[in-house]
């Protein structure tokens, strides 16, 4: 009865458990729980409580027989986004405040650990008025990506030194967006052929791609942190292992399966012809607004792997090293989004934005100091390169953070209780697109922090 109303509440703070995760290592968080983010993001060889879950499932075969471990967490995110063009205000982005629940239970029985847990996974996005210029005079401009994961992991030790884990992970994804189009990016994209429309209200449409200074606009918002507009399902799930080679060194390995999540859709969704050129046979200004089905198609979450060890240097030193490979390439080609609509005689849009994302190699370095029996002092840097070509960046998905540095602490209160806390600096990224792809400049920058409680017994 007790595991079932564990299981039942921590279902509860899963669906809050999943707003905005802001773009860190690429969309993924650059570590899951304190104690990791406090060393880096570093995770694969160590027990860093009910979050291995979320880092590397076997590392919680770790723990001592007969512990439970109950985590409960909030997470801080807080970007400064700056999108700057030559001649134009500078747009600041005014998305600068996010927070995250998390959630985790594990026991562990003899060789057996198992549990459940709920952790935002990853995400992006921004917020612009409607007055600055990446919005185009259409309307505000925002953008919204949120994954959160409710996870099932077991552990066994099939030695006392070899562990192996896995977990099964139901995924739900979430999706805001407001973005503005110039009708010369639209044609480009109809010319490359990234971009079709059929159905008696396309005949209108070579006239709207006509107009230089015509402006198309997708709408379709919740306005939460919480939620997406439109959302799906789907699964994922990863596989670990850990090997204490001898009394200083454990080594341990993950990998992590790309989603498998149905496409994001939304009923009631608009989009917006605004003819400022007045080619469609209207008035100049004239704004034409479709309202109709949109599905973001094939969105999905990366493949990763990682390797990592640590090393127990001295009595009170604990040094630990990881290498991540991100998949983006696999899962970021183009971002894929249909819309239809009865109106205006009918309309169905098909519109692939490339996006051609690189693979992002992750180096996690974490050091954990015991500075008494109830203290630990934690630091560590995760040093990644930024997977966006500058020919692709846009200002609403600006996920091209590259390093970030970090301090953390615990502290043990009694033999049950403990609080771990992690700060995160990540110094601002700057990019600029080509001309031929719009000559503006993005700057990103952040302040992360969490914070966790826990309970054994």
Not at 110 to 119: D, E, I, K, P, S
Not at 317 to 330: E, F, N, Q, S, T
């Amino acid at each position: 009865m007790k595991i079932k109303k564990i299981v039942v509440s921590l279902f509860a703070v899963g669906m809050m458990a999943s707003p905005l995760a802001y773009a860190t290592n690429g969309m993924l968080m650059e570590g899951y729980g304190p104690i990791s983010t406090g060393m880096g993001g570093a995770s694969m060889a160590f027990d860093n409580g009910t979050a291995g879950m979320a880092n590397n499932p076997a590392t919680l075969g770790l723990m001592a027989d007969g512990e439970s471990r109950l985590d409960l967490a909030v997470g801080g995110l807080h970007p400064d986004i700056v999108s700057r063009m030559t001649g134009m205000p500078n747009a600041d982005s005014g998305g600068t405040a996010y927070y995250m629940p998390a959630a985790g239970w594990v026991k562990k029985q003899g060789a057996l650990t198992y549990g459940v847990g709920v952790f935002a996974q990853g995400g992006m996005g921004t917020e612009y008025t409607a007055t600055d210029w990446v919005s185009a005079g259409a309307g505000p401009s925002r953008s919204e990506v949120g994954i959160g994961n409710l996870i099932v992991p077991v552990s066994y030790n099939v030695t006392p030194d070899f562990n192996i884990g896995g977990s099964l992970d139901l995924v739900w994804s979430g999706m805001d967006l407001q973005m503005a189009m110039s009708a010369p990016q639209m044609g480009a994209l109809a010319a490359s052929g990234n971009l079709t429309a059929s159905g008696a209200g396309a005949a209108g449409l070579p006239f709207f791609l006509g107009g230089a200074n015509n402006v198309g606009y997708f709408n379709f918002t919740d306005g939460s942190d919480f939620t997406g507009e439109a959302s799906s399902t789907g699964w994922a799930g990863k596989l670990g292992m850990t090997y204490k080679v001898n009394k200083q060194l454990t080594v341990g390995a993950t990998y992590h399966f790309k989603t498998s999540l149905g496409d994001m859709s939304a009923s009631g969704a608009k989009m917006s012809m605004i003819d400022n050129g007045g080619t469609m046979g209207g008035p100049a200004g004239a704004v034409y607004t479709l309202t109709g089905n949109v599905s973001i198609v094939n969105f999905q979450f990366p493949e990763t792997y990682g390797i990592g060890m640590a090393v127990q240097a001295t009595d009170n030193l604990m040094v630990a090293v990881d290498y991540k490979r991100i998949g983006w390439a696999g899962v970021m080609k183009d971002f894929h989004m249909t819309f239809s609509s009865t109106d205006m005689g009918g309309l169905n849009m098909d519109m692939k934005m490339p996006q051609n994302w690189k693979d992002q190699d992750v180096f996690n370095i974490g050091f954990a100091y015991k500075a008494s029996p109830d203290l630990t002092l934690r630091a560590g840097a995760n040093l990644a390169n930024n997977p966006i070509p500058d020919n692709t960046v846009n200002p609403l998905f600006p996920a091209i953070i590259k390093n970030h540095y970090t301090l953390g602490a615990g502290y043990t209160m009694g033999k049950v209780s403990e609080i771990n806390a992690s700060l995160a600096y990540v110094p601002e990224v700057t990019v600029t697109a080509p001309a031929a792809a719009g000559g503006y400049s993005i700057d990103h920058s952040q302040l992360n922090w969490q914070l966790m409680y826990t309970h054994r017994f």
